[in-house]
């Protein structure tokens, strides 16, 4: 992995070496030299299309099957739960590898306990992703660390992506931390793409904007990738909301086959969590690490 990485960012400063200057914010299409590796890479995404054309039939006729289970079949409704903002708390996330399921954890780049909570998980059997932090909207707060930011040049967009993942190892997919105006910028995000896809790391877009461009650059780019269905815990402290957007997930999951559910290590939400896993298997739900869901 780390010689892949190495790769990439020799790669990458090559060929977006004369974009020093470049902003994702200009307006201004990369130069030709950059369009280089964004032919290379719409050609993987050509022979990633031409995969999943070969494998659509079948996928119709799991779609098909799953809808005729409804009806009570043996057939399970698959979802995944992520649990965001994890790496700042020990025993917060602690709490969250006593939950009886495989639940997913994103952990955020470059806090006090990034590392140690990813290699936990690991050894738990729990997936891990890279909470990527992005630029977001509002002006309020401090910009958490290792931001991506559509005024960084791509030299610099590159050397803190890569540090933000060297700070999370064993991460096999990423998701956006915020991200309101950054997942709105196209350039921003063909260029992230294209560095996951050398990375071969899928995407979640946690859909923190409606605008959000983040799920269709990814497919274009040919990741595998998804979308969430329902955050559980806007409000964090307030259990019955907690329980109605798990009720909501369970139902999404059952109408569509799988949903994907963005939680929080707050102790209502893992209290509620436990509660409702406990339901799991007589409402006919498996819970799946995150990847199972992505296509």
């Known amino acids: 992995m780390i010689g892949i990485v190495v790769a990439a960012l020799a790669i990458a400063l090559t060929l977006w070496g004369p974009l020093r200057t470049y902003r994702f914010t200009d307006g201004k299409k990369p130069a ?46 698959l979802v995944a739960i992520v649990i965001d903002d994890l790496g700042q708390d020990l025993k917060a996330a602690r709490e969250v590898l006593s939950l009886p399921a495989r639940v997913t954890f994103s952990v955020m780049p470059g806090l006090p306990n990034s590392r140690k909570v990813a290699e936990l998980a690991k050894q738990g059997n729990h997936e891990v992703l890279l909470h990527l932090p992005m630029e977001y909207r509002s002006r309020n707060g401090k910009p958490a660390p290792g931001m991506l930011r559509s005024d960084m040049t791509p030299m610099d967009f590159l050397n803190t992506l890569t540090e933000n993942l060297n700070s999370v190892p064993g991460a096999v997919g990423v998701n956006n931390h915020e991200g309101s105006a950054l997942t709105e910028n196209t350039e921003a995000m063909k260029f992230l793409m294209a560095e996951l896809k050398a990375r071969e790391l899928f995407f979640l877009d946690s859909l923190t904007s409606s605008k959000s461009v983040a799920y269709a650059t990814a497919k274009e780019f040919g990741l595998k990738a998804g979308k969430r269905d329902v955050f559980l815990d806007n409000d964090s402290d307030n259990a019955e909301s907690i329980r109605k957007q798990l009720d909501e997930l369970s139902h999404i999951a059952k109408q569509r086959g799988r ?8 102790p209502a939400t893992v209290k509620e969590l436990r509660t409702w896993i406990a339901t799991t298997a007589e409402q006919g739900i498996e819970i799946v690490p995150l990847s199972r869901l992505m296509q």
């Open 32 to 77: 030709q030299q950059a369009e280089k590796k964004q032919d290379a890479v719409d050609r993987d995404a050509k022979k990633s299309e031409k995969k999943d054309k070969t494998a659509g039939a079948e996928k119709r006729d799991a779609r098909a099957v799953k809808k005729g289970d409804a009806a009570g079949a043996d057939r399970r409704a």
């Open 259 to 266: 949903a994907v559910g963005i939680g929080h290590p707050h």
